[in-house]
């Protein structure tokens, strides 16, 4: 079977801070990887994906940054929060395309 | 406008009821993917379709794909609590690795 981890559950952090959050995937390797956010009422939105070690897709322009430093580690960081960063933070995994995605519990990042 | 229309938003039903959410396309869709939300919690898999006309249940859920592949409806039958939560459909429209998604229906159910 196939486990996501997502830690931490919460994080409330200054503005101006660093951030780091990290995603771990158990099971079958080179999964698919993305970070999502989701906003109330807009559904989620497609942050980063990487499909292999050290590759990495943005496609939103912000203050974040994902690496991927092992096959089934994922890391979204920021070196300095903003208000507006603030929001519900998912991590995904997949395997091959047309296939379901598997996600973490999330984080709840509220940027004071 | 949205790529995925979800409606409607929130539904409140009473406990026993049936209900359905529908989830519309602007583009073919070569995926739809129907998840659970609990508030502030990750998303469960419920089903995926892929094919035109296709069906699938799961316990007293049931989801469909229009045979124009690009509308999908989720249908429960005889709510209960444990069906509250919001929906979300995702979709592959055929964009390598990235699903489109609705903005979620909130499901109430009224005992």
């Known amino acids: 079977s196939q486990t996501i981890h997502q830690w931490p559950a919460t994080l409330v952090q200054p503005v101006g801070s660093p951030l780091s959050l990290e995603c771990t995937v158990e099971?079958?390797?080179?999964?698919?990887l993305y970070w999502y956010r989701q906003a109330a009422g807009r559904g989620l939105q497609l942050l980063f994906y990487s499909v292999g070690i050290g590759q990495i897709s943005s496609e939103v322009p912000q203050n974040l940054s994902a690496s991927r430093p092992q096959d089934r580690q994922f890391i979204l960081s920021s070196k300095k929060l903003l208000l507006s960063d603030s929001g519900f933070y998912l991590c995904?995994?997949?395997w091959g395309e047309g296939t379901e995605a598997f996600f973490g519990q999330g984080t709840r990042l509220t940027v004071v | 406008s949205q790529e995925l229309e979800q409606s409607p938003q929130s539904l409140i039903v009473q406990e026993g009821k049936n209900l359905t959410i529908n989830c519309t396309s602007s583009k073919t869709l070569y995926g739809l993917y129907w998840y659970k939300q609990k508030y502030g919690e990750g998303l469960i898999f419920l089903m995926m379709l892929q094919k035109g006309g296709e069906e699938k249940s799961h316990e007293k859920i049931t989801a469909k794909l229009d045979e124009k592949k690009q509308q999908s409806s989720l249908h429960i039958t005889a709510s209960q609590p444990s069906h509250a939560g919001i929906y979300l459909c995702g979709a592959d429209v055929g964009s390598n690795y990235q699903l489109i998604w609705g903005a979620g229906t909130k499901l109430i159910i009224k005992p």
């Open positions: 099971g079958t390797s080179n999964p698919n």
């Open positions: 995904a995994c997949s």
